[in-house]
């Protein structure tokens, strides 16, 4: 069965910093793998994906993401942080079965300060 | 396009209770998911439907949860009778297909409380 660990629940962090939210997933079979963003009371957004091809995927907005096979970690990064990433961040597995629904992680609560 | 639509945003009831739940997905999106996202955690998977039928129901604790989509668009599920805790934020996301590459995009969800 597949799992994801995210190993860190919190991660403070100064405006204009660097950041790195880890995310380390377990699977038998190849896998598709996503990061969500949610804002208080709000639903979960996308916010990016790899399904196949490069292995560095990026969003729109600054974030970008590496898949590593042989470590089976898809690590989100950031190289300057804004005070409004602040959120919770999902990493979600999904095995190339056809068949299965996500399997997130735990989250991790990003916290920017001024 | 609008997004996935859910009702109610909240609802509290006391332990014991009935509550039901909504979703309407995005227009054309075969595929249905409804989520459990207990506070501190992740969203666990209760139900995938594909067009009207059950495509993974291994999650949902059957004995007090049901759901359906008898019409292949909205959705509801149900709690009865409800437990301190199912206290937790009930997420539907809905999908083209079922092929797991395919994003899943999510409603706000329906914060439930149990007295």
């Known amino acids: 069965a597949q799992s994801v660990t995210q190993l860190d629940s919190q991660v403070p962090v100064f405006e204009e910093a660097p950041v790195e939210l880890r995310c380390n997933y377990s699977?038998?079979?190849?896998?598709?793998l996503f990061w969500y963003v949610q804002y208080p009371n709000q639903g979960l957004q996308l916010l990016l994906k790899?399904?196949?091809?490069?292995?560095l995927v990026k969003s729109i907005n600054g974030f970008e993401a590496e898949f590593n096979k042989s470590q089976t970690s898809f690590h989100l990064r950031k190289p300057s942080v804004h005070i409004s990433d602040t959120a919770e961040y999902f990493c979600?597995?999904?095995?190339?079965?056809?068949?299965?629904?996500?399997?997130f992680g735990s989250g991790t609560r990003l916290q920017v300060q001024p | 396009e609008a997004g996935v639509a859910q009702s109610p945003r909240y609802k509290i009831i006391e332990k014991r209770q009935s509550v039901a739940f909504w979703c309407n997905p995005i227009?054309?999106?075969?595929?249905l998911y409804w989520y459990q996202q207990i506070l501190g955690q992740g969203p666990k998977l209760l139900i995938q439907?594909?067009?009207?039928?059950?495509?993974?129901d291994s999650q949902l604790p059957k004995d007090r949860f049901s759901a359906e989509r008898l019409k292949g668009v909205d959705s509801t599920l149900k709690i009865q009778p409800a437990k301190l805790e199912d206290s937790a934020v009930y997420l539907c996301?809905?999908?083209?297909?079922?092929?797991?590459?395919?994003?899943?995009?999510f409603g706000d969800g329906t914060r439930l409380s149990i007295l």
């Open positions: 227009s054309g999106h075969a595929t």
């Open positions: 439907f594909q067009n009207n039928g059950v495509v993974d």
């Open positions: 699977s038998s079979v190849s896998v598709y």
């Open positions: 979600a597995v999904s095995e190339d079965t056809g068949r299965r629904a996500l399997t």
């Open positions: 996301a809905s999908s083209r297909d079922r092929g797991s590459n395919q994003p899943q995009h």
């Open positions: 790899y399904l196949s091809g490069s292995t």
